[in-house]
DNA sequence: TCTGCACAACTTCTCAGACAAGTAGCGCGG
DNA sequence: CCGCGCTACTTGTCTGAGAAGTTGTGCAGA
C-alpha cells in the first residue's frame, strides 16, 4: 500500500508546478500559462490549480497580479524553518533544544525577576495538575519551559525556542502515546528543582538539571 | 490616497485570519469554523475562504484534513531569521552563539571522524595565517569555528551556526576595528586549546573553553 | 452494562459556470 | 511618430452542486 491518506489534487497540482519550475521550464520572472490553460494540462479544474498557486504564493514561490498574470519569484521554496524542522531527525532537534535550554536556564537563574519567578512557579503547578490527557500535559510541559526562557531576558534565544516548539511538541505527543506513561513524579520533581535552581539564582544546578532532564527525551 | 494597488479579497481574508490566531482566537492544534461559518463572518465567498487558507497553509500556519476541518498549526508565520537578527542586539547574539557552539564543541569532541579533525586543524593554522586583514581574519576564523560546529554531526546546529554568521561577522568586524589589536597570541592559543581538546575525545573542555573564548566577545 | 456497528451530520475537496475587474497589446486616427 | 481607445486575455470572486472523508451518536445485541 503507497498511502494511507488521500492527497488532495490540489496539493498534488501544486508539487508538479514546483518540479516543473524547479527544471527551469519557467524562468525566474516569467509568467506561468493561465490557469484555463494549466487546469486541462494538469488534469484539474479552474478552482484547483488556483488553490495550488495560493499555496505556492504562501511558500514565496509565484505571485499573482490580477489581469497581468502569474509570476515565478523564486526557483524554490525558501528554506524557512519551519521546513528545515520538519525534515530534521527528533534527536537533531532534542540536541538543539538542549543546547538552547541549557543555557537558558543558566541565564534565567541570573537574570529572573519576581514576576519571571512566580510565572514559572505557576507553570510548574499548572503541569503537575495535567496528568491525565496527553495534550494538556505536554502544553503544559512547554508552557513551564517557555517561561524559564523567557527569564533569560534574550529574545533571540525565546525565538528559537518557539521555533522548535511545533516539531518538538509533535514528538513529545509520539513519545507519550508510545510509552503509555504520563508525568510520573520523577519527572515532576526533575522540573521543581529547575525552579528551585532557578529560584536559588544557581545558574550551573539550573543548567546541569535541563540538560539531565532533556536527556531523556532522547531516542536511541 | 490609501493604495495604488488593489489588494485581494483572498488576501485581506488571510491577514484577518491571521490576526485572529495571533490574538489566541483559535489556539495551536485547535480547529477553525468551517469554510461555510467564515466565508459570512469574513464577508467574503466560500472559494476565497478556500484561497486564504490555502496561502496560509502554504506558509505553514495552518493544515486542513478533508472530512476533519482546518487547524491551527502555528501561532505565527516563522519570522524570517534574516530580520529577526539583523533586529537583536549583538549581545543577545553572542549569548546564541555561546548556546550553541558551546553544545556543538562538546558533540563534535564526541563524534569528530579523523577527516573532520583534519579540517579543524587546517581551520585553526589557516587562521593564525590571516593576521594583518580584518574582513580575511574574521573569515578564517568564522570558518575555524564553523568547522567545529561541522563536527557535531547535527545539521540543525549547523544551520543555527550559519543563520547567525552574517550578524555575528559585521559585528566582529566592528569589534576588531575598535580595538585595533588583531588576533593576540591568547586569542590563537584559544582556539588551539579547543582543537586538542576536541582530538582527545574531551568533551567537556572543548565546550568550558569554547564559552570562555567566546565570552571575551560579549561587550558590557 | 458494555460492545460494536450503522448512520447521520458535518467537514473539506473538486468541478463548472458566470460575471467583475484589471492589464497589455494592437490598430487607428491625428 | 505619438497617443488614444478598444479588445482580447488575464486573474478575482461568487454560487451551486455533488463527491469523499471524519466524527460522534444512538441503537441493537451480547
Redesign the pocket.
Known amino acids: 500500500m503507497a498511502q494511507v491518506?488521500?492527497v488532495?489534487?490540489?496539493?498534488?497540482a501544486a508539487d508538479l508546478l514546483l518540479d516543473r519550475i524547479r527544471e527551469g521550464e519557467w524562468p525566474l520572472g516569467s509568467k506561468?500559462?493561465?490557469?484555463?490553460?494549466l487546469?486541462p494540462q494538469l488534469?484539474?479544474?479552474?478552482?484547483?490549480?488556483?488553490?495550488a498557486?495560493r499555496r505556492l504564493a504562501g511558500q514565496g514561490v509565484l505571485s499573482?497580479?490580477?489581469?497581468?498574470?502569474?509570476f515565478v519569484d523564486a526557483l524554490d521554496i525558501v528554506e524557512d524553518w519551519g521546513v528545515a524542522l520538519r525534515k530534521a531527525d527528533i534527536n537533531s532537534v532534542i540536541e538543539a533544544r538542549i543546547a538552547v535550554e541549557v543555557e537558558a536556564a543558566a541565564l534565567a537563574a541570573e537574570r529572573r525577576s519576581p514576576v519571571e519567578l512566580r510565572a514559572i512557579r505557576h507553570a510548574a503547578a499548572e503541569r503537575d495538575s495535567q496528568r491525565t490527557e496527553i495534550d494538556a500535559h505536554v502544553d503544559a510541559d512547554i508552557a513551564f519551559h517557555r517561561a524559564v526562557v523567557t527569564a533569560s531576558h534574550n529574545p533571540l534565544i525565546v525565538d528559537l525556542f518557539d521555533s522548535f516548539t511545533p516539531r518538538s511538541r509533535q514528538a513529545m505527543i509520539e513519545l507519550l502515546r508510545l510509552r503509555g506513561t504520563l508525568g510520573s513524579d520523577v519527572d515532576q520533581h526533575a522540573h521543581t528543582a529547575i525552579l528551585e535552581a532557578i529560584a536559588d539564582h544557581d545558574g550551573q544546578t539550573a543548567s546541569a538539571l535541563a540538560r539531565t532532564h532533556l536527556l531523556t527525551l532522547k531516542m536511541e
Chains 1, 2 share one sequence.
Do not use: C, H, M
Open positions: 491518506t488521500r488532495p489534487l490540489a496539493e498534488q506561468l500559462p493561465g490557469e484555463s490553460t487546469g488534469g484539474v479544474g479552474r478552482s484547483t490549480v488556483r488553490e498557486i499573482t497580479r490580477q489581469g497581468a498574470g502569474v
